[in-house]
């Protein structure tokens, strides 16, 4: 049998989607889960009261035997589910905040960590903000091929609907991930772990009465949720071990500003700030960066030079492998 595509196999992952859909007149989302749930169950497909019918259970058994994803790689798997993600988007009409870590911002994240990480080993990375946990996916998959193999992943979000797209999203990719319902502004469940990562929702946090044991929090008002966010991260990281966040490229030339760098100087190493290439963004204000924190403690200490800089764009492959090479003598440099 030849090897199919990663776009042969997304097509007849949304074909059983659709079936799923019209036979049980539900959401496309919840055709995704209900598909994914059946490849799960050794491909076996869910009847309830005579729903779907056996014609559609035989067509849907013919599409599992051919997709076979027992056998695909956990990265072309990541792939399909977030295919099929963005099509929720575009078919349910899902409010804005429930869009994925772009993939050539996850893989630049991911290569990024790639590098830094490789001056330890990585065991335990937590996400605060993991939504379909596409990001979380990304790099786990990405620190597995560089050698980390036993890595356990914990994701943190209050929407159910994300969490659920990222459950049957890891267990397909057989990933190792615990998944939390929950506001990661609270206490989490979760063991100090070896690496933070996240795309960080932006913009105030409305419960004060949960910020106020926040030293990032605001003097008057609503607190920045990013800021509460990185700090609860920090909380739960082994000395010395890394937070990598996806920020606004203005995060430190807000009003709040100075009393976040404060507590950065507190707790942590700011060790690096790149922004990601302004072609990947329409409004030059929407820009965003790479925040490269390392909590203090163990043998960690400030980087001589900090990483500051741009990627160069995309389509410039010799510049942009000539930056990654740079990031990896700053590296040497500096952290070792």
């Known amino acids: ?21 019209a036979a049980l007149n539900c959401s496309y989302l919840d055709a995704l889960l209900e598909n994914a749930e059946n490849i799960i169950d050794n491909n076996t497909v869910r009847v309830d009261d005579g729903v779907p019918d056996e014609k559609t259970v035989n067509e849907l058994q013919k599409i599992y035997q051919e997709l076979n994803l027992q056998n695909v790689k956990p990265e072309i798997i ?52 993991v939504g379909t946990a596409n990001l979380l996916t990304t790099v786990m998959n990405q620190l597995k091929v560089n050698g980390d193999k036993d890595i356990v992943g914990y994701g943190i979000d209050n929407d159910e609907d994300m969490l659920e797209v990222a ?15 929950q506001d990661a502004v609270t206490a989490l469940d979760i063991p100090q772990c070896d690496l933070a990562i996240s795309d960080l929702p932006i913009g105030y946090y409305p419960l004060d009465e949960n910020a106020k044991n926040y030293q990032t929090r605001a003097k008057e008002g609503h607190s920045y949720v990013h800021h509460l966010l990185i700090e609860q991260s920090m909380n739960y990281l082994k000395p010395g071990a890394f937070g990598v966040f996806l920020v606004p490229s203005s995060l430190f030339q807000t ?21 990601l290439p302004a072609e990947l963004f329409a409004n030059p204000n929407a820009q965003k960066s790479i925040l490269l924190l390392q909590r203090q403690g163990g043998d960690s200490k400030q980087a001589v030079k900090v990483l500051l800089g741009e990627f160069p764009s995309f389509k410039d492959k010799a510049k942009f492998a000539s930056f990654m090479d740079d990031i990896s ?8």
């Open 329 to 336: 003598k700053w590296v040497t440099t500096n952290l070792r």
């Open 78 to 129: 990541r792939q399909i589910i977030q295919l099929s993600f963005l099509k929720v988007i575009r078919k349910d009409a899902i409010q804005a905040n429930h869009q994925m870590t772009p993939d050539t911002i996850g893989l630049i994240m991911a290569f990024l960590i790639e590098k830094v990480t490789k001056i330890k080993e990585i065991k335990t990375v937590f996400d605060p903000a």
């Open 167 to 181: 459950s049957v999203s890891t267990e397909l990719q057989h990933l190792n991930v615990k998944l939390y319902h």
């Open 1 to 21: 049998m030849t090897q199919k595509t990663p776009q042969q196999l997304f097509e007849l992952f949304d074909k059983a989607t659709e079936i799923l859909q």
């Open 255 to 275: 009003k709040e500003s100075q009393s976040f760098v404060k507590w950065i100087q507190s707790v942590a190493y700011l060790q690096g700030l790149i922004n």
